[in-house]
């Protein structure tokens, strides 16, 4: 097995200054974008590769070998890419795999997500939703992570099948309010704050705002990043450079003008700021 400690300069050597290689994001599909784009904000010097394995998509309703065999592929492919870290920016990926891979490559940098409940807890009164995937929900480290918090909170746990396909496809604001207030219908008074425990919902993120206007949204993604820059600053591996980054997509599924579709999700996510809760 590879350590790429022998072959990523900065890992174990902290007296490197400054690395220009890019970081590698990637989901299962487009949601991830809304992670890239907090990135992006917060470290505009760095450079990223964004990978959206859209020809496996949706991980959320898979087997947990089928996620794993998923995330091992891409993970091989992004390291053929040189990249210096790893923001797994899919709360599926994460429950599933982040730990394997992080024995499997201990001196790698690897960044993964959790649903925000701990800022829920902590920040908010009210009771929590949390909207995730199926597996998501399904996962320990999703139990563990709910055994921490729901003696101190009234917690609804709502599995979200086929919510981030919508949200790839494109659905209509009218299906996914239907999708929706059929699962969390508006209202209710224990409910304070809605958990988006995919990174999909978080490109959806104004809009879910919109439907629960009483209600607090909260996402993780900027917590996650500022895990990440604070790894690379860490480990010797941010950037100095003045100039803004590059940024590369990259897609399993041969999709007409994709790449262009990606840019344009990642800067609107960008310029709408959808990583802070509202």
Excluded at 41 to 59: K, M, Q, R
Excluded at 72 to 77: G, S
Aim: glycine content about 6%; charged content about 20%; some cysteine.
């Amino acid at each position: 097995m590879v350590q790429y400690s022998q072959i990523i300069p900065g890992v174990g050597n902290m007296s490197q200054k400054s690395d220009s290689r890019p970081v590698a994001v990637f989901d299962s599909g487009l949601g991830g974008l809304s992670v890239l784009a907090c990135a992006r904000a917060l470290a505009p010097e760095e450079s990223f590769i964004y990978l959206a394995d859209l020809h496996n998509a949706p991980y959320g309703e898979k087997s947990l070998e089928e996620i794993r065999a998923c995330v091992d592929r891409v993970f091989e492919q992004l390291m053929r890419e040189n990249v210096k870290a790893l923001l797994v920016a899919c709360n599926t990926a994460t429950a599933s795999s982040v730990a394997i891979l992080r024995r499997q490559h201990p001196d790698f940098p690897i960044i993964g997500m959790e649903p925000a409940l701990k800022t829920a807890a902590t920040q908010y009164e009210g009771g929590t939703a949390v909207l995730a995937t199926p597996a998501t929900l399904s996962l320990g480290m999703y139990a563990r992570l709910k055994a921490r918090f729901e003696s101190d909170m009234v917690l609804r746990s709502i599995p979200c099948p086929g919510l981030s396909h919508m949200i790839d496809t494109d659905a209509s604001e009218e299906a996914i309010q239907e999708y929706l207030y059929a699962l969390l219908p508006p209202g209710d008074p224990q409910i304070r704050n809605i958990v988006l425990g995919c990174t999909h919902y978080v490109l959806i993120a104004p809009l879910i705002k919109r439907l629960y206007p009483d209600h607090h949204v909260i996402n993780g993604n900027l917590g996650t990043v500022r895990h990440l820059l604070s790894k690379l600053n860490e480990l010797g591996l941010s950037t100095s450079r003045d100039e803004e980054g590059s940024v590369r997509y990259l897609c399993t599924e041969e999709i007409p003008e994709i790449e262009q579709k990606m840019a344009a999700i990642e800067s609107a996510a960008r310029e709408l700021r959808v990583w802070e809760t509202v």
